[in-house]
């Protein structure tokens, strides 16, 4: 795995040759007909993460960058598009219902335009509690947790950390109010 907040060129073969077996995953479960999505489950999914809980449920398309640092638990619910930068540790906690077109990124590139053509970048772990509703369009990004039964609204950009049982939204996601 890639350690948070060390640097490393994302063109590594190591890198490079994790990214072409997910790729190659993915492919398969996107390009799957709809009478196979239970196969698809069964066989591919535990194949693409670290960690498949049981009866999560994804709808397809997906896209994922490496897959073996993401884990998902029990009765989560993943809409379609769901996009996964997982160059860091992303850990799903049970019961998330996550809308379409969602991104999840934990890679970070340099703000020094050098660094970047190089290719350097760094990660940050991503975790989301028990019981979260993501709505559609969010965008979480590297470095945030968000807390047991928390709601984050559509079209949010989360940058910083949510707490547990608030209802967050807006750009930048912002906490509104706690939810009972």
């Known amino acids: 795995m890639i350690k948070q907040n060390t640097p490393y060129k994302g063109n590594d073969s190591e890198l490079l040759a994790l990214k072409e077996n997910t790729t190659r995953l993915v492919y398969e479960i996107n390009m799957s007909f709809p009478d196979k999505r ?7 999914l535990p194949k693409l993460f670290k960690k498949l809980g049981i009866n999560s449920w994804f709808e397809f398309p997906l896209n994922c960058d490496y897959g073996c ?10 809409n379609h598009h769901l996009s996964i930068g997982d160059g860091g540790k992303i850990k799903i906690g049970n019961n998330v219902i996550v809308g379409p077109y969602v991104g999840i990124y934990t890679a970070q590139h340099p703000l020094n335009s050098e660094q970047r053509k190089e290719g350097w970048q760094t990660v940050q772990d991503i975790t989301i509690g028990n019981n979260v509703w993501i709505g559609a369009n969010v965008t979480i990004l590297s470095g945030v947790t968000i807390g047991d039964n928390a709601v984050i609204g559509a079209g949010s950009v989360v940058t910083k950390d949510i707490p547990t049982n608030t209802l967050a939204y807006g750009v930048p996601c912002k906490v509104i109010r706690k939810i009972k």
Request: proline share 0%; glycine share 6%; hydrophobic share 35%.
């Open 38 to 44: 239970v196969e698809i489950h069964q066989q591919i």
């Open 69 to 78: 640092f993401t884990e998902i638990g029990n009765d989560c619910y993943f």
